[in-house]
């Protein structure tokens, strides 16, 4: 096919883009995949009983803030680097404040605490499914985003595939946040964590593969 | 292209046609074959235009053509490197087969050569492997021309004779 033809194919078809068409897109599958999420976690391991008392207490809010924070930084990352010639920019590094200040809070609290508590706030009641709940429960957001983003055009595949992960891990986590009962900030900052982590690692290795467009 | 991306036609075929040009020149600059650069602008402007969604119009237009532009150009390479590799793995082993027969060749001459009688031996290296003239041979031995060449063929055929020996 000779260019010239090709262009006036191109040029015939065009209709009006939509404004912010990105954030839209990603919104999309963010959104879809938190409603099958939800419901999985209703179905399969329900909200927690106390929840209306619970909502009383800063712990809780905890929890939200800090999944919910990563999330929405994220959420900023992806929206630029599911563009060709997207940077990170500010939201790169910030995406690790939310982190770092869970981390002073865990280590706050355990300096409080006498010797004998510090296991039990780390470890909690439920430290051996937590991570592998959260993974669970962001597998659909993760579908969710890595199909929304095989509609645009990421071109660093790898950062992309590791930011889509972390952020489905983030609102994975603001999911389960509703079925956990765990109050201790050290517990959240080391198993929650590690669930946000272990999704952002699958979306790095995923993303080169999965994120190739033509 | 922010009017084509409300959906001027016009503007869109017009920035397309000037796109063309620098993006053409950019792939044929890193692209020896003018067919492959002309399906890699092709298939830039298709990319273009079906991601057209992705370009903030609050950034530079070009820095958006030339990442989509780069993109295709290391896909590309990530393809025909691979391509290519497959009909390389051969002709090296095709090589290192051809080498080991030369060498072995060689051992044999040699060895059929040591048979010989040393006058001999030096007189067939120096005329038939090393390619002097029947003249040269003669001064560097300090022989006559006729008795080189007696001496070549009386060598010649007598490692002819080993050689049906060794069979």
Not at chain 1, 6 to 15: G, K, N, P, V
């Amino acid at each position: 096919m000779r260019t010239d033809d090709l262009i006036a194919a191109l040029s015939a078809d065009i209709e009006p883009a939509r404004p912010r068409a990105v954030g839209r897109r990603l919104a999309l599958g963010l959104g879809i995949g938190a409603v099958v999420s939800a419901a999985l976690m209703v179905l399969w391991l329900g909200v927690r009983a106390d929840l209306m008392q619970a909502a009383m207490t800063p712990p809780f809010w905890m929890k939200f803030g800090y999944s919910l924070s990563v999330a929405a930084l994220g959420f900023g990352l992806i929206d630029r680097l599911a563009r060709p010639d997207g940077e990170g920019g500010i939201f790169g590094p910030l995406i690790f404040a939310p982190l770092g200040f869970m981390i002073a809070m865990a280590l706050y609290r355990l300096f409080q605490a006498p010797d004998a508590q510090r296991m039990a706030m780390v470890m909690g009641h439920s430290s051996q499914v937590c991570a592998r709940n959260i993974v669970v429960l962001s597998i659909p957001i993760f579908a969710g985003l890595f199909w929304s983003l095989k509609q645009l055009a990421p071109t660093r595949l790898t950062l992309a595939g590791a930011v889509a992960g972390t952020l489905a891990g983030a609102a994975g986590t603001f999911i389960y946040a509703f079925h956990c009962n765990e109050s201790a900030a050290p517990f959240v900052a080391v198993w929650y964590t590690l669930g946000i982590a272990a999704v952002g690692v699958v979306g790095a290795v995923f993303g080169r593969v999965l994120l190739r467009w033509q | 292209m922010v009017r084509s991306l409300t959906g001027d036609g016009a503007a869109y075929a017009e920035l397309l046609r000037k796109l063309q040009g620098h993006l053409r020149a950019y792939f044929a600059r890193r692209i020896g074959r003018a067919a492959e650069a002309e399906d890699l602008l092709q298939e830039t402007l298709i990319a273009m235009h079906t991601r057209r969604a992705t370009y903030d119009p609050s950034r530079p237009f070009t820095a958006w053509v030339y990442a989509i532009a780069r993109y295709k150009l290391i896909d590309h390479f990530r393809r025909t490197k691979r391509r290519a590799e497959d009909p390389l793995d051969d002709p090296d082993m095709l090589f290192a087969a051809s080498d080991a027969e030369a060498v072995e060749a060689q051992l044999d001459v040699e060895r059929l050569l040591h048979r010989l009688p040393e006058k001999t031996r030096k007189l067939i290296r120096d005329v038939k492997i090393e390619g002097l003239s029947t003249a040269e041979a003669a001064a560097r031995h300090a022989m006559s021309e006729s008795a080189v060449k007696v001496g070549v063929h009386r060598g010649l055929k007598s490692l002819g004779a080993g050689v049906g020996d060794e069979e």
